[in-house]
C-alpha cells in the first residue's frame, strides 16, 4: 500500500469512528429528550399534585415543633389579616372566627392553650355545640360513693311471751295506836258567895212589897212559885238576884303529856299482775354510712382541670 493508499484508509477509519460516536451521542440525546420530556410530565404532574394538595390544605391545622409558623402557614392567634392576600383561606373559613374590620379583614381562629375537640353536629356526645365555638373547660356533675363496707342490722322477733310479776297479798291486818294515860289526877275549885243579897217576888201589886228577907237559896223561888199560882190566877212573880256573881275557880293538871304509839303491820307483800305482750317485733333503723374519700393520692391542685400536655404552636394552612 502507497502513502497515500494509506492516508486514505486512515481518514475512513477515523470517519468511520465519528459516525459511530455521532449515531451514539445521536442516541443518547434522543434518550436524553425522552427523559427530559418525561421529567418534564413529571415535573408537571407534580405541579398539579402539588397545586392540588396546596389546595386542599388551605385552613387545615396542624401542631409544629418550632416557635415560628413555616412557610405558607399563620399562628392561630386570633389576628386579624387581609381578606385579599389570603383569599384561599378567606374563602374556606369566611367569618367563623370573627369578622374582623367587616370588610377588609377577618380573623384566624385563636387556639392558644386550648386543646381541639371534634365537632359533632349529632350531638351525641356535644349538645347544642356550634362549629369552631369556643367551650370553658367544666367539671361534670358526680358523685363520691364508698362500696368498701355495709352497714346492717336486724332485731329478732320476741314471739309470744309473757312479763310476769307478783307482790304477795297482805293479807288482813290493822295498825294499832294506843296513847298513853297521863296518870290520875283531878282538877278542882270552888265557889265564892258575892256577900249578903236578896231575891224578890212580885204579885200583880202596884208597888214593890217585901216578903222575904235576903236568902241565896232557889227553893224560895220554887215555894214562892207555887204560892201565887194558888193565890192568884193572874199573879205574876219575879226572880231576880241583883246584880252579883258567883265565882269558880279550877286548879291546873300540872304539866304532862300524852303519848302516842301505833304497832308496826309485821312483813308482807302485794300482788302485782303484768299482761302479755303477745307476739310482736321490734324495728331497727340504721342510717346510710358515708365515707370521706379525702384527696386522691399524689393528687395536683391548680386552677384548671387538665391533663399531661406539651405547649406546641398551631398553625393554619393558607
Known amino acids: 500500500m502507497t502513502l497515500g493508499e494509506n492516508t486514505d484508509q486512515i481518514l475512513n477509519d477515523d470517519i468511520e469512528g465519528l459516525k459511530t460516536k ?8 434522543q434518550l436524553t429528550a425522552t427523559e427530559l420530556k418525561a421529567t418534564q410530565q413529571e415535573l408537571e404532574t407534580a405541579k398539579k399534585n402539588y397545586a392540588y394538595l396546596d389546595a386542599s390544605l388551605v385552613a387545615s391545622v396542624t401542631s409544629f415543633a418550632r416557635p415560628t409558623p413555616p412557610d405558607g402557614w399563620l399562628l ?14 378567606f374563602e374556606a373559613i369566611g367569618t367563623i372566627y370573627g369578622e374582623g374590620d367587616g370588610s377588609t379583614t377577618f380573623n384566624l381562629p385563636d387556639m392558644r392553650g386550648l386543646f381541639v375537640r371534634g365537632h359533632d353536629s349529632s350531638g351525641k356526645h356535644d349538645l347544642k355545640r356550634e362549629f369552631g365555638s369556643y367551650q370553658d373547660d367544666q367539671i361534670q356533675s358526680h358523685s363520691h360513693s364508698d362500696s368498701g363496707h355495709s352497714h346492717s342490722g336486724s332485731t329478732a322477733s320476741s314471739g309470744s311471751h309473757a312479763h310476769s310479776g307478783l307482790i304477795g297479798d297482805s293479807g288482813s291486818h290493822d295498825h294499832n295506836g294506843s296513847i298513853s294515860n297521863s296518870g290520875s289526877h283531878d282538877h278542882n275549885g270552888f265557889t265564892k258567895s258575892d256577900g249578903s243579897h236578896q231575891h224578890k217576888l212580885y204579885f200583880g201589886m202596884e208597888e214593890e212589897k217585901k216578903i222575904f228577907g235576903s236568902s241565896s237559896s232557889s227553893s224560895v223561888f220554887a215555894l214562892l212559885y207555887g204560892l201565887a199560882e194558888s193565890i192568884h190566877d193572874n199573879a205574876k212573880y219575879v226572880y231576880e238576884n241583883g246584880l252579883h256573881s258567883h265565882y269558880f275557880l279550877t286548879n291546873g293538871a300540872g304539866s304532862h303529856s300524852h303519848t302516842l304509839s301505833i304497832s308496826s303491820a ?13 307476739s310482736h317485733s321490734h324495728s331497727v333503723s340504721i342510717n346510710n354510712g358515708q365515707a370521706n374519700l379525702s384527696n386522691p393520692t399524689n393528687a395536683r391542685h391548680g386552677s384548671e382541670t387538665r391533663v399531661k400536655n406539651i405547649a406546641l404552636i398551631y398553625c393554619i394552612k393558607y
Open 22 to 29: 455521532l449515531l451514539a451521542t445521536d442516541t443518547r440525546l
Open 76 to 89: 392561630c392567634d386570633g389576628e386579624e389579616v387581609s381578606r385579599t392576600n389570603y383569599a384561599r383561606l
Open 266 to 278: 309485821d312483813n308482807h307483800t302485794h300482788k302485782l299482775d303484768i299482761d302479755s305482750a303477745g
